[in-house]
């Protein structure tokens, strides 16, 4: 039994609170079994309370969307002295943010498919037909409309038709100030995570991704039977090197620490495509990283009580 007893922070107020309070319960169940004392803490107005009245040797963030990915509970943990698993609040942002992440790839020789990132005011100012319209001849169709900062696919819509593009913007709007408008790539779709050990981050045995309906969307990823998934993926070893490479890569020009999990797609001619980056993973009973740690025959508890070791032996410092 261990002597540690860390507590994992889900919840909060994003889009995506249900998603992150099963991804909480799955992990303090996991680490309980990984003989860990364990508290669940709702991320709300009582956390920097709870960490005067009863600090933790370390939190682990099992928050999703919002402050939870894009540095502002991070900062927080940093300005209170926590260690906590995850990637520091600095890099946090730079990965939150889908374009910056895919300019990023991009600059450092990986393809990512085309995009435009759009606010809502330039619709707004020179009318959504045009900007719309400038945009299927720019790229053609298909193509995905995604918010460009959040996760779960909340918004996301492939649309093949041009009518179809007013309503996927309006819905990609409901989620975030700005459209994130990427050429559709046809291929394998694939989940690789990343995990730092002592030896520095390697990849997990990237998930294959076969949704029902063909895209993955927010159904997709959890509802039950939606979704058929191959771990490992149904790829050759030449792809699946590639792939395990760019989430490896990823990982490291985006600055992010202790975990992640890298998205992308693998066309029929084994060009790998990055699509995006996750600094909080789901851990849900569909989720794609436990998925990966049970192919590589690692318990999801051993994984993150491995992860807590590390933050607990860096300390409160910002790195």
């Given at each position: 039994m261990s002597d540690r007893w860390v507590a994992v922070l889900s919840g909060?107020?994003?889009?995506?609170?249900d998603v992150s309070l099963r991804s909480g319960r799955r992990l303090s169940a996991a680490l309980r079994t990984a003989g860990l004392t364990v508290e669940e803490w709702d991320a709300d107005g009582e956390l920097l309370g709870r960490l005067r009245?009863?600090?933790?040797?370390?939190?682990?963030?099992?928050?999703?969307g919002g402050e939870?990915?894009?540095?502002?509970?991070?900062?927080?943990?940093?300005?209170?002295?926590?260690?906590f698993v995850g990637t520091d609040s600095r890099w946090c942002r730079r990965a939150w943010d889908k374009p910056t992440a895919k300019t990023e790839i991009l600059r450092a020789g990986h393809a990512t498919p085309d995009w435009v990132s759009l606010p809502h005011s330039t619709f707004r100012t020179l009318g959504a037909r045009a900007v719309l319209d400038a945009v299927v001849t720019r790229f053609?169709?298909?193509?995905?409309?995604?918010?460009?900062?959040?996760?779960?696919?909340?918004?996301?819509?492939?649309?093949?038709e041009a009518d179809e593009l007013p309503a996927a913007m309006v819905g990609v709007l409901s989620y975030s100030d700005s459209v994130l408008i990427e050429r559709y790539v046809e291929g394998v779709e694939v989940a690789v995570s990343v995990?730092?050990?002592?030896?520095?981050?390697?990849?997990?045995p990237a998930v294959e991704i076969e949704p029902a309906s063909g895209f993955y969307d927010y159904a997709s990823r959890y509802t039950a039977g939606l979704t058929e998934?191959?771990?490992p993926a149904r790829l050759d070893a030449g792809s699946a090197r590639k792939v395990a490479e760019l989430a490896v890569a990823a990982h490291q020009l985006l600055g992010l620490r202790d975990v992640s999990r890298t998205d992308a797609v693998v066309t029929e001619d084994g060009n790998v495509h990055f699509l995006e980056v996750n600094v909080s993973p789901g851990l849900?009973?569909?989720s794609l990283l436990p998925m990966a740690a049970d192919a590589a025959g690692r318990s999801l508890g051993d994984v993150f009580a491995g992860l807590v070791e590390r933050a607990v032996a860096r300390g409160g410092r910002v790195l």
């Open positions: 909060g107020l994003s889009h995506e609170r009245r009863h600090r933790p040797d370390a939190v682990v963030l099992a928050l999703h939870g990915e894009n540095g502002a509970f991070q900062s927080v943990l940093e300005l209170a002295g926590v260690p053609g169709l298909p193509l995905v409309l995604k918010p460009d900062q959040g996760g779960s696919a909340l918004g996301a819509r492939l649309v093949t995990i730092e050990g002592p030896e520095g981050p390697t990849a997990l998934f191959h771990t849900t009973e569909t």
